[in-house]
């Protein structure tokens, strides 16, 4: 039977492969150190799940809530940004909750795209970026640079080699999944150029609370007059260990949120109204529990680093986020990533994400999750000295794990 359009358009999901993989040898009872997908195995902080408790008790909570947030969910979000980044938002049409990240940008995307709009996108990214617009009808015309000297000129060349002149661009720093980090120098020029070709920003700001060095990363929102072109997401996922809760926002320019509120009008009723009010209690909170999960993420950053260094894979060290973009040692780069993702499966018992899931661009590199605890992180990487010891005696026979046990 033929695929439904919209289905035709889709590439395959790589990451269904390793998952196929790792779940089969877990049934052969392999002890499978899951660094693939981005899925927090910390706890969500004790106080918001006992706000949801208290709150969940209330009948009137468990009617339909608002699809674009409760007032004090948005007002407790426009406080966050005038905190974190001095940056003031109406949260009356300024702000819209999301059911994560995830979905904003793929009904932002059913929202502002017309068939054949072009969209500038990175390329590696996270493939909600790409495909959001792709199952709207969109074309992607990908962009490979770094946020650097060299990103400037490829807009400038993406701009004169569309037609039509494209629709959006775009951003995520801390990226997902090379881990880049932007500046506000990066962001001026960036919505310079944006205003003057009158083209959108979209700007995924997840990981804006998972940093390492000392420098918060920026928003773009922090730019004067960048509210005139641009709308950012962000996600309570990491930054409070909340994947499950399915709680995002989108926050800037009062035409494109207006167009994204009206959008999910059709579609959802939003969260469920104890989620919010728990989502509004993690958000007017102290901080403490950012600094902890922060923290958390930095040790295993480092233990991570050090012992897949000693084990003999060197990975540089991610600035932010919670991902390390990982060079596929020099020996297997020919194999491409997803092979390589197997072959660490099959002979490792460790599971990273391919990097061609993030787009071809990536294929030399796969992405390391800081998911599971640091005593885990040295069995992979034991596991992994092993594979690439056994892998060197014997280059055309790699021997299983299992025969070194």
């Given at each position: 039977m033929e695929e439904?359009?919209?289905?035709?358009?889709?590439?395959?999901?790589?990451?269904?492969?390793v998952n196929r993989l790792k779940a089969s040898a877990r049934s052969r009872g392999a002890d499978i150190v899951d660094l693939g997908m981005g899925n927090p195995d910390l706890p969500t902080p004790k106080a918001i799940v006992d706000k949801l408790c208290e709150v969940v008790r209330d009948p009137r909570t468990h009617r339909y809530s608002?699809?674009?947030?409760?007032?004090?969910?948005?007002?407790?979000?426009?406080?966050?940004?005038?905190?974190?980044?001095?940056?003031k938002l109406n949260p009356d049409t300024q702000v819209v909750a999301?059911?994560?990240?995830?979905?904003?940008?793929?009904n932002m995307a059913q929202a502002i795209t017309a068939p054949g709009d072009v969209i500038l996108c990175p390329n590696p990214t996270y493939p909600i970026h790409a495909f959001g617009f792709i199952m709207s009808g969109g074309v992607i015309r990908s962009l490979q640079v770094e946020p650097d000297d060299g990103f400037i000129p490829a807009l400038e060349r993406g701009v004169r080699h569309s037609i039509p002149k494209p629709l959006a661009l775009i951003l995520n720093y801390p990226s997902n999944p090379t881990a880049l980090v932007a500046s506000l120098d990066f962001y001026k020029d960036v919505v310079a150029f944006a205003k003057k070709n009158d083209i959108i920003i979209l700007s995924d700001l997840a990981y804006s609370e998972i940093y390492f060095d000392g420098n918060p990363p920026p928003s773009v929102l922090q730019v004067p007059g960048a509210i005139d072109v641009c709308v950012e997401f962000?996600?309570?996922?990491?930054?409070?260990?909340?994947?499950?809760?399915?709680?995002?926002?989108?926050?800037?320019?009062?035409r494109l949120i207006s167009a994204l509120t009206r959008v999910k009008s059709y579609l959802d009723y939003g969260a469920f109204t104890p989620i919010q009010v728990a989502a509004a209690h993690a958000?007017?909170?102290?901080?403490?529990?950012?600094?902890?999960?922060r923290d958390i993420y930095r040790k295993r950053r480092d233990v991570m680093v050090d012992a897949f260094g000693r084990a003999g894979w060197t990975i540089p060290a991610p600035a932010a986020s919670m991902f390390a973009w990982a060079p596929i040692p020099e020996p297997f780069r020919h194999l491409g990533s997803l092979e390589f993702s197997k072959l660490l499966i099959e002979h490792a018992d460790v599971a990273?994400?391919?990097g061609v899931g993030f787009g071809e661009h990536g294929d030399d590199f796969v992405r390391?999750?800081?998911?599971?605890?640091?005593?885990?992180?040295?069995?992979?990487?034991?596991?992994?000295?092993?594979?690439?010891s056994a892998s060197a005696k014997q280059p055309n026979n790699v021997v299983p794990l299992s025969a070194h046990r």
């Open positions: 439904f359009h919209k289905v035709r358009r889709l590439p395959p999901y790589v990451f269904e492969q608002s699809s674009r947030g409760i007032p004090g969910l948005r007002r407790a979000q426009a406080n966050y940004y005038a905190r974190r980044f001095g940056v999301t059911l994560g990240s995830k979905e904003g940008f793929a962000t996600s309570m996922s990491k930054t409070f260990s909340m994947p499950g809760w399915r709680m995002g926002f989108a926050v800037g320019n009062e958000l007017n909170g102290d901080g403490a529990d950012i600094a902890e999960v990273v994400a391919p390391v999750a800081l998911v599971e605890n640091e005593h885990r992180i040295r069995q992979a990487a034991r596991n992994i000295k092993r594979f690439l």
